[in-house]
């Protein structure tokens, strides 16, 4: 088989150096993540080639693939297993390429997700027919159970060269750094913002906490901080420098391999046995405004949540040691962040959840152009970040301007999230609008230099259908009652997605409006 990536259309990306097709049973099926979009402007090809060209290009890219006749639209479904808990903490996008029955054969895989729900992505199909498909085809899904996703089931026209597109970049597993090594001048278009980022000239100095300061002196800081913009660095934190230079570098080692090397690690599904997922996923926000646009991709691979059984060798003791020690410095942030609020530390319960992402940002020909992670808030409790020097965090000012979050040498970041859980209480929801999480997120500074960055992200350690967050009893007076209805890490996921990661935030679903 020749190379799997066609010239075929504006969204294809040139061939890799090095790249061959995934072989068969050596690696998990082709995915690709499932953001939601709307269909744009069909002008880019003429609907008569797209429909010759399509059954070559699934047959290229992979295997098993039948000719499929009239490729026209992409539906999608959700399932959900009733009663089920959340499993782990990732998302859960699987894949769908049609084929043969139906025009509909299963070619992917689902993936177990956060809320344990399986995300179709079907070529060629009507929504009943990815419906139907879905259920007789995974061993997984209650039947009774498949309902169409909420806004997919609205906006399901994904853009088909768009999902294509996705389709054929997840397919060459050499991620956004294999777009670079292959020598692109231009950005594909799969990757362009549809609105250039614009960053304020202002200057912007991120506040900054010295940890060896009496506690009580931090705590009056912390509050301070998290109160008035929600992110704040730690200095004097006591993870020596030299193990944070150490797993950016690890991090760094890992997307520089060699395409064959690092590929082996390239998949979009969580995957039970294999505990990282090296990929490039889209965050989806669905409620871009119009016009609207093809799902967008971050100039940026990551390794998400790798776990001890996941991380690749290369790297896997100086992450976990990283791991290790900025645990540590979470329960110390945790516990200036409750003191802050009034509340004693004994009342931390379990910081259970903690799910490591390590970012890495290759240098891109046109930076002015891409998004190294979208606009953001984190969702749960909060975030210990750390940069190297390169430089592209931005945060947004409450003004709506965008700054630049300049790296400084030694310190961490320390980012509040949406919900500061603490047992069945709980954060932004949990401090009674106490705290405050700020969107945030990455530009793209260099044409010559790589970024890294690592987010350990602290989550709530219960987070089943019972587990409801709420104001914490003791923050709510007569003067100032609750501000958030109580909800589950769940249903605040569910929002999330539904609303996008970024402000107007998700949890505003969850406020109780002020007389
Ligand atoms: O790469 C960074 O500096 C930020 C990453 C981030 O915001 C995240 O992973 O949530
Ligand atoms: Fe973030």
Not at 251 to 259: K, L
Not at 396 to 411: C, K, S, T
Request: aromatic share 6%; with cysteine; net charge neutral.
């Amino acid at each position: 088989m020749g190379n799997p990536i066609r010239l075929w259309s504006p969204y294809a990306f040139p061939p890799v150096a090095g790249l061959a097709p995934p072989v068969a049973g050596s690696s998990p099926p082709p995915s690709t993540s499932g953001p939601i979009c709307k269909r744009h402007s069909p002008a880019a090809l003429p609907p008569g080639l797209f429909v010759f060209l399509a059954p070559l290009l699934v047959q290229s890219i992979h295997p098993l693939a039948l000719p499929i006749h009239g490729l026209a639209r992409l539906s999608a479904v959700e399932l959900k297993r009733p009663g089920d808990e959340p499993s782990c903490h990732r998302g859960g996008v699987a894949a769908l390429a049609s084929g043969e029955r139906d025009k509909s054969r299963f070619l992917g895989t689902a993936g177990a997700g956060e809320r344990d729900e399986f995300r179709f992505i079907c070529m060629g199909g009507e929504r009943d027919n990815a419906a139907r498909m879905a259920s007789e085809d995974t061993a997984h899904a209650d039947v009774r159970n498949v309902r169409p996703q909420k806004r997919m089931a609205a906006a399901v026209d994904f853009d088909d060269e768009a999902a294509m597109a996705m389709f054929n970049f997840h397919e060459t597993r050499a991620g956004v750094r294999g777009l670079v090594e292959s020598g692109v001048t231009t950005v594909p278009p799969l990757f362009v913002a549809p609105t250039p980022p614009v960053t304020s000239p202002r200057r912007f100095s991120l506040p900054s906490v010295d940890l060896s300061l009496p506690r009580a002196r931090a705590a009056v800081l912390v509050r301070a901080f998290a109160r008035s913009y929600g992110i704040f660095q730690v200095t004097s934190h006591g993870v020596p420098p030299g193990a944070v230079a150490s797993a950016l570098s690890a991090i760094r080692a890992f997307n520089e391999q060699p395409f064959a090397a690092r590929s082996r690690f390239y998949t979009t599904e969580a995957h039970a046995s294999r505990a990282v997922t090296y990929a490039t996923v889209p965050i989806p926000r669905p409620t871009d405004a119009e016009p609207a646009t093809a799902p967008l991709m971050c100039w940026r691979d990551s390794l998400l949540d790798p776990d001890v059984r996941g991380i690749p060798t290369m790297c896997r003791d100086t992450l976990l040691e990283y791991r290790y020690m900025l645990t540590s410095l979470g329960w110390k942030v945790a516990d200036l962040l409750l003191e802050g609020i009034g509340v004693g530390a004994e009342r931390l319960g379990e910081l259970g959840g903690c799910l490591m992402q390590c970012h890495y940002h290759p240098p891109c020909p046109e930076p002015e152009l891409v998004m190294g992670s979208r606009e953001h808030t984190d969702a749960g409790l909060f975030t210990v970040l750390a940069q190297d020097g390169v430089g592209g965090l931005q945060v947004r000012l409450d003004d709506g301007d965008w700054v630049d979050v300049a790296p400084v040498p030694g310190a961490l970041l320390v980012n509040v999230g949406d919900l500061l859980k603490h047992d069945h209480n709980d954060l932004q929801v949990v401090s009674n609008d106490e705290y405050k999480s700020m969107e945030h997120r990455v530009v793209s500074k260099s044409t010559q230099e790589a970024r890294v960055s690592i987010a350990l992200f602290f989550n709530p350690v219960k987070h089943g259908k019972s587990d409801f967050f709420g104001p914490l009893p003791e923050l709510v007076t007569a003067e100032k009652p609750a501000r958030y209805r109580s909800l589950t890490w769940i249903q605040m996921l569910d929002n999330r997605s539904d609303l996008g990661h970024a402000k107007p935030s998700s949890l505003d679903h969850f406020r109780i409006p002020l007389n």
